[in-house]
């Protein structure tokens, strides 16, 4: 999708924030009102488990491909009412505006607490699920939005599936970080008044001090503000840093600079020989085109390839390794591959 200048950022946030009614909702995101509302009476999901990095499964609940449609049209509005509202301290799933160099993401979120000595990472259960659908009626009828009660019901109705966000539609995100403006705003009051240093990338929550260790005492007061919206945190996620631990924020490594940990250069070893086991078996069925899992697992990793770029930069060395990499997955030898998979010898 098109990066959007910040004058379209701002474009799209006040004509979303204009609207009043499901009539005028339906006009801004280009859908009409009866597929609107049949998507509203009789919303479709998919749902299934993927496995977690840390083996547990994680429930998917992926709206059909009409509502999904609906969805993303809506999302690219709320997108931008957030951007406009974005708190100091969030960083995750924020719009990129073209041509601004300052961008939030998961690396700028680490950045944050480099060089403090003392730190507490703390995790919200479950985040998604713990906002309900009466939640998500009051993003749409309070400060940013003026829905009628009705008409917020009726579009929270549309976000919401067994009355929680849904782990994979794509308005679950956005919704989050809208639920969660006045909750970020309380713990940021809090955090400088204490001289902590604060950060939220989706659900993981960052502290860090220069100064002072953390003490169950500020735990209890980040609990009590988190209870104030009815999030509670994911007890076995809890750590204290002192100056001589090990330091991780949203899974980078913080030494002199942000870095990636050892563990995701190894996996990523691993997922490019599978993808080109996978490559070669097209080849070999003659079933490349077409084929959705082969796109899929391309894109994964090129995800991870370029993420290595971001982080470590575009011209470091583990970047150029592993983008040339990634190429070579798709240079076939004819002669070896021949060998490798009548032996059998490949897999």
Not at 36 to 43: A, C, D, G, K
Not at 76 to 83: E, V
């Amino acid at each position: 999708m098109r990066r959007r200048t910040l004058t379209e950022i701002k474009t799209d946030a006040h004509l979303l924030a204009s609207c009043h009614n499901i009539d005028e909702v339906c006009k801004t995101i280009y859908v009409s009102k009866n597929e609107l509302l049949l998507n509203i009476l009789q919303p479709k999901y998919s749902c299934f488990q993927m496995r977690k990095p840390n083996g547990n499964l994680r429930e998917i609940e992926a709206p059909v491909e009409g509502l999904k449609s609906i969805q993303k049209q809506l999302n690219y509005f709320l997108q931008a009412l957030y951007f406009e509202n974005q708190t100091r301290a969030s960083h995750g799933y924020l719009i990129n505006p073209k041509n601004q160099k300052s961008q939030k993401n998961i690396v700028k979120n680490a950045e944050s607490h480099l060089g403090n000595p003392y730190m507490l990472n703390a995790d919200f259960k479950d985040f998604f699920h713990q906002i309900k659908l009466n939640d998500v009626v009051t993003i749409f009828s309070g400060q940013l939005l003026d829905f009628n009660q009705k008409d917020a019901f009726a579009i929270a109705k549309l976000c919401v599936y067994n009355n929680h966000l849904p782990m994979g539609a794509p308005t679950s995100p956005v919704l989050s970080n809208l639920y969660a403006i006045p909750l970020d705003n309380d713990i940021q009051q809090w955090a400088d008044s204490n001289q902590i240093t604060y950060t939220r990338f989706v659900d993981d929550l960052t502290f860090s001090s220069e100064n002072e260790a953390f003490s169950q005492k500020h735990l209890d007061d980040i609990v009590q503000i988190c209870s104030k919206y009815s999030l509670k945190l994911n007890d076995k996620k809890t750590s204290f840093k002192d100056p001589t631990d090990k330091k991780m924020v949203t899974g980078l490594i913080l030494n002199q600079t942000v870095d990636i940990p050892p563990e995701f250069y190894n996996q990523l070893s691993k997922d490019l020989f599978r993808l080109k086991a996978v490559y070669e078996a097209s080849i070999l069925t003659r079933q490349l085109e077409h084929n959705n899992l082969l796109d899929k697992f391309k894109q994964e990793v090129q995800g991870q390839v370029n993420f290595i770029g971001m982080v470590e930069g575009y011209s470091s060395p583990e970047y150029r390794k592993y983008r040339q990499l990634y190429q070579q997955t798709f240079e076939v030898d004819d002669e070896l591959f021949s060998k490798r998979w009548t032996s059998f010898s490949y897999l």
